[in-house]
């Protein structure tokens, strides 16, 4: 062969193999990947333990973030295996950023949905990068993504399982109620009562005029499991009515699950406590361990 074009078949050829950033950890890869959702691209990494028990796709909370970098890599550590995207609008995506930080309602049905979708549209590139195509494949994310994450599965049946951090199981309308309410005050609850708080959220006047967003409806008609993660001290979300809400839906039949950390706040995910993600990823591995039976 002439050498000439060898040395440029050589280097076209390079250009082909997708772009893999190998860690200092041996434990693990990441591969950067785009995919199109609702007419725009997202870009995400992919962060993969050489040999995964489970996957999982994070889903964002209500601000303009960025791929949720070190989350993932705590998960693949623990041997699942993550793809996490820039969310619309912000980083390498594409689209527009709808959210509180520019003024704007986030919660209208029309951008949960439209959030759902590129959440799924994620389930799906993901699924064909997966080596192991046997291994569960599940949704795991924060606060807003309790109204995601439901329309994710609803609309996707590749999903398994689901994990949710400090999401809502009432209406968005409650949740806005409620959040207003509590106006930001950390000691909200050493002043007020739960059945204060239940009042003001089933009958405060709303300060937004848009069709709620129930998840009680994709959860009623959902099959796979769900593990809901709480902190008792919430001020974001009323946490014993969602918890509620879960029973309900338990004496129905479904496999729903929820942790209670009574003196965690909103950010289960991220706090100091080590705990809420141990949760989570031990729940993760033993639903694993049930499929394998």
Same mark, same amino acid.
Request: glycine share 6%; aromatic share 10%; charged share 25%.
């Given at each position: 062969?002439?050498?000439?074009?060898?040395?440029?078949?050589?280097?076209? +050829?390079?250009?082909?193999?997708?772009?893999?950033?190998?860690?200092?950890?041996?434990?693990? &890869?990441?591969?950067?990947?785009?995919?199109?959702?609702?007419?725009?691209?997202?870009?995400?990494?992919? @962060?993969?333990?050489?040999?995964?028990?489970? +996957?999982? @796709?994070?889903?964002?909370?209500?601000?303009?973030?960025?791929?949720?970098?070190?989350?993932?890599? =705590?998960?693949?550590?623990? !041997?699942?295996?993550?793809?996490?995207?820039?969310?619309?609008?912000?980083?390498?995506?594409?689209?527009?950023?709808?959210?509180?930080?520019?003024?704007?309602?986030?919660?209208?049905?029309?951008?949960?949905?439209?959030?759902?979708?590129?959440?799924?549209?994620? =389930?799906?590139?993901?699924?064909?990068?997966?080596?192991?195509?046997?291994?569960?494949?599940?949704?795991? !994310? *924060?606060?807003?993504?309790?109204? =995601?994450?439901?329309? &994710?599965?609803?609309?996707?049946?590749?999903?398994?399982?689901?994990?949710?951090?400090? !999401?809502?199981?009432?209406?968005?309308?409650?949740?806005?109620? *409620?959040?207003?309410?509590?106006?930001?005050?950390?000691? *909200?609850?050493? &002043?007020?009562?739960?059945?204060?708080?239940?009042?003001?959220?089933?009958?405060?006047?709303?300060?937004?005029?848009?069709?709620?967003?129930?998840?009680?409806?994709?959860?009623?008609?959902?099959? =796979?499991? !769900?593990?809901?993660?709480?902190?008792? #001290?919430?001020?974001?979300?009323?946490?014993?009515?969602?918890?509620?809400?879960?029973?309900?839906?338990?004496?129905?039949?479904?496999?729903?699950?929820?942790?209670?950390?009574?003196?965690?706040?909103?950010?289960?995910?991220?706090?100091?406590?080590?705990?809420?993600?141990? +949760?989570? @990823?031990?729940?993760?591995?033993?639903?694993?361990?049930?499929?394998? #039976?």
């Amino acid at each position: 062969m002439n050498f000439k074009f060898y040395h440029k078949l050589l280097f076209f +050829a390079l250009l082909a193999i997708p772009k893999i950033a190998f860690c200092q950890s041996t434990d693990f &890869t990441i591969q950067e990947v785009k995919f199109e959702s609702q007419g725009i691209m997202l870009a995400g990494s992919i @962060v993969e333990p050489k040999k995964p028990i489970a +996957a999982v @796709v994070i889903v964002h909370g209500s601000d303009p973030v960025k791929r949720e970098m070190d989350f993932a890599k =705590i998960l693949a550590k623990e !041997g699942i295996a993550v793809l996490t995207y820039d969310k619309r609008g912000v980083g390498e995506s594409g689209g527009v950023y709808v959210g509180p930080s520019v003024g704007t309602n986030n919660i209208d049905f029309d951008n949960l949905n439209l959030l759902s979708y590129d959440a799924s549209a994620a =389930i799906n590139v993901f699924k064909t990068h997966l080596k192991n195509k046997k291994i569960p494949l599940g949704l795991i !994310g *924060f606060s807003q993504a309790g109204w =995601i994450i439901p329309l &994710t599965a609803e609309k996707n049946k590749n999903v398994n399982f689901m994990t949710i951090f400090s !999401g809502p199981v009432i209406t968005t309308l409650e949740q806005l109620r *409620f959040q207003f309410y509590t106006n930001g005050n950390e000691n *909200f609850w050493d &002043t007020h009562t739960e059945s204060d708080a239940r009042e003001h959220t089933k009958n405060d006047p709303d300060k937004y005029q848009f069709t709620a967003t129930n998840p009680q409806e994709p959860l009623r008609k959902l099959t =796979i499991p !769900g593990l809901w993660i709480f902190g008792g #001290k919430d001020i974001q979300v009323p946490v014993v009515l969602s918890m509620e809400n879960l029973d309900q839906l338990k004496k129905k039949g479904k496999k729903y699950e929820y942790i209670l950390f009574p003196k965690l706040g909103h950010n289960t995910s991220s706090s100091e406590s080590p705990e809420p993600v141990k +949760a989570a @990823v031990k729940w993760i591995k033993s639903f694993n361990q049930k499929k394998k #039976k």
